[in-house]
């Protein structure tokens, strides 16, 4: 019997779903295959790549305990320090208290002046602490003097003293590598004479030296300079001071009071206004203070303007106004300014004698050094030219006794 036309369209929709169930059928299995073989796959070249890796490593093993079998292993917390080809413990003390053998560093400004100004809140050091005075050199160029320096220094024990020298950069020191001077560039930025470059250069010199805690002492110093006691009198005397020398007085003249400016003002007012040689001996308090201080230095960089110059103000102001009982107001860095002008007296060869020398050792005057009445001012003079290296290194033993 013929089908009716809907029973037609019911089969034919009957036979339509079965053909898209079995479709979707078929394509779940496609994938699933296909899933199954790219995890295979992969999974076996995770594990070649795997056993290639332990082979290597087991291969590294095997060759390091070969030829280290009896060396325990390193524990090292600081592997990308190196000094001399040999690793170091950063976290050591050795490194803590002495981190810049070499004095290269990386650190910023800030981060140098926040690690510097660091005052330990105990009292007692966990180790036997010999004080050193730091010898810090702001020079241009090279050192003409240094052969004098390097006798002064001959003999000494180098744990009662250090040498830092701030020079424009990229410039190195010609001394050979048994000379305290070997080497002791500091990071150095310009200077120009001055300027706010001055202090600083200071204050670079300062920093860097601070990071050495067994500095206790701290003298500032040009090319031109030359010690006029030997090492073992210019130890004993700094060490054991209970002030620091910054000198500091107040000049009502145009080239004191003269220079300044009321933009200081509310911070510095004029009676607080002091003059003084940039040629300082600071003590680790005061040393640590400069270097922390920020205030008072940026109004001396803003408002000490030629003519006024903030190495000649800067400290001698600051440590007025908030520490002057731990400065003697006095130099120990003899000069001779009686010639007049900008720049003091410069002696060459022609100069030096036994006679000027020892005026310069003791003159005749006191000073006061802690409690007591000294003879002993002045530890330091300058300025010598290159010519005077020669005399002077013939006096040395006979009238500076080194």
């Known amino acids: 019997m013929a089908r009716s036309r809907g029973e037609k369209e019911e089969s034919f929709h009957d036979k339509n779903t079965g053909f898209l169930k079995l479709l979707q059928v078929v394509s779940f299995l496609v994938v699933f295959v296909v899933g199954v073989v ?13 056993g290639a890796q332990t ?6 093993n095997h060759f390091s305990s070969s030829s280290k079998e009896t060396t325990p292993p390193e524990t090292n917390y600081c592997p990308a320090v190196v000094q001399n080809c040999e690793k170091v413990d950063c976290l ?6 002495e981190p810049n053998k070499n004095l290269t560093h990386g650190m910023s400004d800030n981060e140098l002046f926040w690690r510097a100004s660091f005052v330990p809140g105990k009292k007692e050091y966990p180790y036997e602490r010999v004080p050193k005075v730091a010898f810090l050199f702001m020079t ?19 744990k009662l ?27 150095s930025q310009p200077v120009s004479w001055g300027s706010v470059t001055l202090v600083d250069a200071e204050r670079h010199l300062l920093a860097n030296a601070l990071l ?29 001071s209970k002030n ?26 004029l009676y607080q206004w002091r003059k003084g040689s940039q040629w300082f001996e600071l003590g680790r308090t005061l040393a640590a203070i400069i270097v922390a201080e920020v205030r008072y230095y940026t109004v001396f960089s803003k408002y000490c303007l030629p003519a006024c110059y903030p190495d000649e103000h800067y400290m001698a102001t600051y440590f007025n106004m908030f520490h002057g009982s731990l400065n003697s107001n006095r130099t120990v860095t003899w000069v001779d300014w009686s010639v007049g002008g900008p720049h003091p007296a410069m002696y060459g060869g022609e100069n030096v004698t036994e006679d000027f020398v020892r005026s310069i050792r003791n003159n005749g005057a006191l000073c006061q050094y802690n409690s007591e009445m000294t003879s002993i ?26």
């Open 161 to 187: 003293f250090s040498v830092y020298v701030h020079v424009v950069p990229g410039y190195r020191v010609n001394a050979s590598t048994t000379s305290p001077f070997y080497r002791r560039e500091i990071p």
């Open 92 to 97: 050591s003390m050795a490194t803590f208290l």
């Open 55 to 60: 082979e290597t490593y087991s291969f590294i």
């Open 377 to 402: 001012c002045n530890l330091f003079a300058r300025k010598f030219a290159p010519t005077a290296l020669e005399p002077l290194l013939e006096l040395a033993s006979s009238v500076m006794e080194f």
């Open 244 to 269: 620091s020398f910054v000198e500091s007085y107040d000049d009502a003249g145009r080239f004191g009071r003269g220079r300044y400016s009321r933009r200081m003002l509310p911070g510095i007012q």
């Open 140 to 158: 241009r160029g090279p050192l003409p003097l240094m052969l004098l320096w390097e006798r002064f220094f001959q003999g000494h024990d180098n």
């Open 212 to 240: 050495d805690f067994s500095n206790e002492r701290f003298v500032l110093l040009s090319e031109s300079c030359i010690p006029v006691y030997n090492f073992p009198t210019v130890y004993k005397y700094l060490t054991g």
């Open 38 to 50: 790219i995890g295979l796959v992969t999974s076996a070249h995770i594990n070649r790549h795997l």
